[in-house]
């Protein structure tokens, strides 16, 4: 019998997989705000701790942040279990966001903060991780989803 949703479940294993073991390199190798130059004055890995969300918004709300990953991880598995079977890409898009919010709620629960070392000092973007690298992945895959969906049901009314 094959498992329904399963790319949506293997997507959320890797990306919380991959997420998890960066952050723990991290957190082993690094003193908290080191920084080691990939490409100096572009790309660096820097150890930092975020209490808040995205851009530090919610700073030092990280329980009620690692409640709501938790809501969001909760509802995210029960609609791939319990509704419908998802389309490819649809599967890839959810699977990536419970990925990210599992990811970055762990680190919440457990240190009371997320772990961030992706540092793109080019554009003097915010330091963040894999998981908020997965989330966004799944937001854009979910967008091209829903004009795919939009294109499709116009064209059905022609």
């Given at each position: 019998?094959?498992?329904?949703?399963?790319?949506?479940?293997?997507?959320?294993?890797?990306?919380?997989?991959?997420?998890?073991?960066?952050?723990?390199?991290?957190?082993?190798?690094?003193?908290?705000?080191?920084?080691?130059?990939?490409?100096?004055?572009?790309?660096?890995?820097?150890?930092?701790?975020?209490?808040?969300?995205?851009?530090s918004?919610?700073?030092?709300?990280?329980?009620?942040?690692?409640?709501?990953?938790?809501?969001?991880?909760?509802?995210?598995?029960?609609?791939?279990?319990?509704?419908?079977?998802?389309?490819?890409?649809?599967?890839?898009?959810?699977?990536?966001?419970?990925?990210?919010a599992?990811?970055?709620?762990?680190?919440?629960?457990?240190?009371?903060?997320?772990?961030?070392?992706?540092?793109?000092?080019?554009?003097?973007?915010?330091?963040?991780?894999?998981?908020?690298?997965?989330?966004?992945?799944?937001?854009?895959?979910?967008?091209?989803?829903?004009?795919?969906?939009?294109?499709?049901?116009?064209?059905s009314?022609?």
């Open positions: 019998m094959r498992f329904k949703n399963s790319i949506f479940w293997i997507a959320a294993t890797i990306s919380f997989c991959l997420d998890q073991a960066t952050k723990y390199w991290i957190v082993q190798n690094f003193d908290l705000l080191e920084t080691h130059p990939l490409i100096p004055g572009v790309f660096h890995f820097t150890y930092v701790r975020n209490t808040g969300a995205a851009f918004l919610l700073t030092g709300k990280a329980e009620l942040l690692g409640w709501l990953s938790l809501l969001v991880s909760l509802g995210l598995m029960a609609f791939a279990l319990f509704g419908g079977k998802l389309k490819k890409l649809e599967q890839v898009s959810y699977g990536l966001l419970l990925g990210g599992m990811g970055n709620g762990i680190d919440r629960f457990v240190f009371g903060s997320v772990v961030d070392f992706i540092d793109f000092r080019l554009i003097r973007f915010a330091v963040f991780n894999l998981a908020d690298v997965s989330i966004n992945l799944g937001i854009i895959c979910w967008l091209i989803d829903s004009f795919k969906k939009q294109k499709s049901e116009r064209n009314h022609l």
